[in-house]
């Protein structure tokens, strides 16, 4: 899911930082901008590693107006969220037979659970 994070460029003796304005208190630097992405999606994944919920993203134009946001610029960066620790919750459908039985082989060829492959799917159909 596309979040909007504010970026302060480094230079040759800082790194360039990001905040969360979605995510109060989580923060993240890299020395290289190609290595934000991957830094972003670690502290994101350690912010919520307690099982709170992940908010939805705020609207970037609004953000923008935010006088608090002065000197560096807004990214938007995709968040996996299907990587992010919340807190599970049990529930019971009912699904045809047979899809259940492609849902399980297509899970077990991709090393990944019946439910994971389910929780995959509701988000990237959502995010749609």
Known sequence: MLYPIYVHL???THAHSATFPDFPGCF???DEL???PA????AVEAHFSDGEEVPAPSDVTTLAANPDYQGGLWMLFDIDLSKVSTKSMRLNITLP???VHEIDAF???HHMT??????QA???AMQH
């Open 34 to 36: 190609n290595d934000l």
């Open 28 to 30: 993240s630097a890299a």
């Open 122 to 124: 509701a988000n990237k």
């Open 114 to 119: 019946r439910s994971g492959f389910l929780a």
């Open 39 to 42: 830094a972003v999606q670690e």
């Open 97 to 99: 037979e047979n899809l």
């Open 107 to 109: 899970a077990k060829a």
């Open 10 to 12: 480094g230079d040759d």
